[in-house]
């Protein structure tokens, strides 16, 4: 059964910093790996998706990596800024069947002026 | 612009009142799906649909049905609400053969 793990939980930084926030998961046999950002209280934005051919992302100042043997992904974030305050959420597709997606549980980055 | 649409973002209602949350996609997915949020216990399935007439159960799918008319609505429906259903509810949906999931805004009802 896949379970998909996100740490830390909650991460506090000043603004300006580079960081790396992780992702891992437990059945390598997976199509693709998405991240999405989730404001409080509200939806979900999609950040990334990595192929599971691909070994990494990006889109602006943020970088997703796959590595599939090792069962991780990790989000690096560069110059931080108090904007990019959310929840970040890593979900990878139910192996076997695709029809929903495994959510870790996120974590929560606070970007301090 | 592509897009996934919920209505209402938020409800306040009683136990025991029938309510529809709707969901819309102008994408042409063939893929739908509901999931609920809840503090500590993350996103979970509630019910997904392959296509028109086709759907199926999901991780927590007691106390819901939807329905797949049309290919882009996928409405969920408490028949009977209760607290327990108070939770935060997304739609989904992704393409044929295309993996990426997309999102509607949520809608954030709570059954007193």
């Known amino acids: ?113 | 612009e592509a897009q996934v649409t919920q209505n209402p973002r938020y409800l306040i209602t009683v136990t025991g009142k029938k309510l529809t949350v709707t969901c819309s996609q102008n994408m042409n997915h063939e893929y739908m799906s509901w999931y609920r949020q809840d503090p500590g216990l993350g996103l979970r399935q509630i019910y997904y649909s392959m296509n028109v007439e086709v759907t199926d159960k999901g991780d927590v799918p007691e106390g819901y049905k939807v329905s797949r008319k049309e290919k882009r609505n996928f409405p969920l429906i408490l028949e009977s609400p209760s607290p327990n259903q108070t939770s935060l509810y997304f739609c989904a949906s992704r393409g044929q053969g295309n993996y990426e999931q997309y999102f509607g805004p949520g809608t954030r009802l709570t059954v007193t």
Request: aromatic share 6%.
């Open chain 1, 1 to 113: 059964k896949q379970e998909v793990t996100q740490i830390p939980a909650a991460l506090s930084v000043p603004e300006g910093e580079n960081l790396v926030l992780n992702c891992s998961f437990t059945d390598s046999a997976i199509y693709n790996l998405q991240w999405f950002r989730q404001d409080p209280g509200k939806g979900l934005t999609s950040l990334l998706l990595i192929q599971s051919s691909q070994r990494e992302q990006t889109s602006g100042r943020l970088n997703a990596s796959l590595d599939k043997s090792s069962g991780r992904s990790t989000l690096y974030i560069a110059a931080s800024q108090p904007g990019d305050s959310a929840t970040y959420l890593c979900a990878v597709p139910n192996a076997g069947n695709n029809r929903k997606l495994i959510w870790g549980l996120g974590t929560s980055l606070a970007v301090n002026p």
